[in-house]
Structure formats: C-alpha cells, structure tokens
C-alpha cells in the first residue's frame, strides 16, 4: 500500500495562498528550493488538483530553457516532467509531460491507487487535498511555515467532521525562518 503525503508552503495563520491566489510570499530560499526538488525526484506519484495544475503546468514544463535558468531550476524542471503526474479536473481536457487525467470520482480513484504497489505518492492543491482529508486517505501532512500572516485566501486544512490524531515525525528549520514540520496520521 502506498503512503499518501499532503505538503504544500503555507503561511504561519494557515494559508496555501493569500487572497487573489497569491503566492508571492512563499518564494523559497535556495535550501528549501534544493529541498523541495529532492522531494519531487523521489516521489513515486503526484495527485494534482486542477489550480495547482494549472500553475505547475504553466511554468515547469520549459523553465529550464529559460534565459538565466540557473543549474537547480534546471533539475528541478527535469524532475518534474520525469516524475508521474495525475490532475484530477472536470473542466481540464488535455495534460501532457508523463500525466494522466482523471474526471470521475477522485476519492474512488485515490483510493484504489493507495493500494497499488509502488512509490509514495504526494498530493497537492487544496480542493482535491481536502476530499481525500475528508475521506481518511491521507496518511501524512508536511509543512514549510513561512513567517507571514497572509489574513485569508486558500487554507491548508479543510473543514473536518471528525478530529485527526497526529504524530509528529519530523521538523527542520529553513533560512528566513521556515520550519518544517512533518506529521503522521494516527490510525
């Protein structure tokens, strides 16, 4: 069974984008940057929402031919086209760069790839993060808190009908004041 990881940037009042779907405020230190890199090389399978999708899309796929690209821009573009990819959206009707497209039920779709053999898996984009949260299926969820209040936009967590016990496994501190903190679901 695969392990399913929430992780996104979010700000210290618990936003994933300040309102206007801005993420200005998240831009990573070259630490961070390197880290979040390794993290897309060792992903076995990303879960994409259809805004992040959409944001991910427009930029990576060609970054590295971008005048000025620097060498960790480069592999992080590289790993991200690599690595196996599957947007869930009703309104998306076309994906590219070792991508998959789903429009039926995403939890149904969730749940049978957690049981497939394979790498971890990591999910991304509030929308999708919080159906799979509702449902039960994440196994992880993994921070990068930048010291900014934001004061609204998309939160991180979504509304619950029931409490989720945490375990905390691991936490790291960033340049600029980002702590990591990494937890797993108690089952």
Request: proline share 5%.
């Amino acid at each position: 069974m695969r392990t399913l990881t929430f992780g996104m940037n979010v700000s210290l009042d618990g936003y994933i984008a300040a309102p206007g779907d801005d993420l200005g405020w998240s831009v990573p230190s070259d630490e961070l940057f390197q880290w979040w890199s390794d993290r897309v090389g060792a992903t076995g399978l990303a879960l994409y929402g259809r805004k992040l999708w959409e944001t991910m899309s427009s930029h990576w796929p060609t970054a590295d031919q971008q005048p000025g690209a620097t060498p960790a821009h480069i592999e992080f573009a590289r790993r991200w086209r690599d690595m196996p990819k599957v947007v869930f959206s009703s309104t998306t009707s076309t994906v590219d760069w070792n991508t998959r497209l789903v429009t039926s039920n995403a939890v149904a779709e969730i749940t049978r790839l957690k049981a497939d053999d394979g790498g971890s898996m990591d999910i991304g984009g509030a929308t999708l993060a919080a159906a799979a949260m509702r449902a039960g299926l994440i196994d992880e969820y993994l921070m990068l808190t930048h010291p900014v209040l934001v004061g609204g936009g998309t939160p991180f967590f979504a509304t619950l009908d029931n409490w989720v016990n945490l375990d905390l496994v691991e936490s790291r501190m960033f340049p600029g004041g980002v702590v990591l903190t990494r937890y797993k679901t108690r089952r």
